[in-house]
């Protein structure tokens, strides 16, 4: 990421996520899990230097003004990068195991998704989730990999009623582990240029990843009923959700998103 000339040519080594709007003066006071991690884990000091972002108006630069138990007031000084357009990417996925719940959310983050919703399907394990856990974990690995956006997660929703819902505006594109040999399903590649070919059809995306076990039947049947489904394939290989939600999404950036510009 290009930042402009800055002060002395600082070059904070935290970078944090805030609600509050930022502007040249503003004070801002960093409490909670963030304060406890600048203050007592990264050890900051009164006269040091963050960074810190909103999702609307760019990375700024900020000056720790007092630092108490677990918490930090800062003042704003400058902005350093103006907020840039990311993909508007959801990626949509079954639940599976905490680990590897945490590695999926973190690397669909830094790979640029622009919202991150789990569906019940039949196969699920998990009944339950800790959306808030969730957010903490997303909103970390936004802070840690640059990105000028938190992605929005969204509650649990039952797939039957994910389908009947979707907005018209936004096609699916369905990775189905037993479409390899379907000459309905194509590879993400191919699939993202036909439908670019395609003038009546929306360009918006999203990713659809099933459970362990992959889709029932019944569910295959039924998502691929739906007009704005595009089946794809992830190759011969049966891949495990956290892998295909990593090869999904960094395919689709590869033939649309950003790495596009």
């Not at 810190?52 to 007092?66: C, I, P, Q, S, T």
């Not at 990626?91 to 680990?99: D, H, Q, S």
């Not at 945490?102 to 789990?118: C, F, H, N, W």
């Not at 037993?178 to 990713?207: L, S, T």
């Amino acid at each position: 990421m290009q930042r402009k000339n800055i002060m002395s040519k600082i070059t904070p080594k935290t970078r944090l996520y805030v609600g509050n709007d930022l502007k040249t003066g503003q004070e801002i006071a960093i409490e909670g899990n963030q304060g406890h991690y600048l203050v007592n884990v990264m050890r900051t000091q009164t006269t040091d230097h963050i960074i810190l972002f909103n999702g609307r108006e760019g990375d700024w630069l900020a000056e720790v003004m007092k630092v108490g138990k677990g918490k930090a007031l800062v003042v704003v000084r400058e902005n350093l990068v103006p907020q840039r357009t990311e993909p508007d990417l959801w990626y949509l996925f079954a639940p599976i195991k905490k680990a590897r719940l945490d590695y999926m959310v973190q690397k669909a983050t830094e790979l640029g998704v622009s919202l991150i919703r789990p569906v019940l399907t039949e196969r699920t394990n998990l009944e339950r989730l800790n959306e808030d856990k969730m957010r903490l974990n997303v909103i970390e690995a936004s802070e840690q990999c640059e990105r000028m956006t938190v992605p929005f997660v969204e509650p649990m929703v039952r797939l039957d009623k994910l389908m009947t819902d979707w907005p018209k505006d936004r096609l699916i594109m369905f990775c189905d582990e037993e479409g390899q040999d379907d000459h309905n399903a194509y590879p993400i590649g191919r699939a993202i240029m036909e439908v670019n070919a395609w003038q009546d059809r929306p360009h918006k995306w999203a990713i659809l990843i099933g459970p362990e076990g992959g889709f029932s039947e019944q569910e295959r049947t039924m998502i691929r009923a739906h007009a704005n489904v595009v089946p794809v394939t992830l190759g011969p290989r049966i891949l495990r959700a956290d892998t295909a939600a990593v090869v999904a999404i960094a395919l689709w950036q590869s033939f649309a998103g950003d790495s596009q510009d």
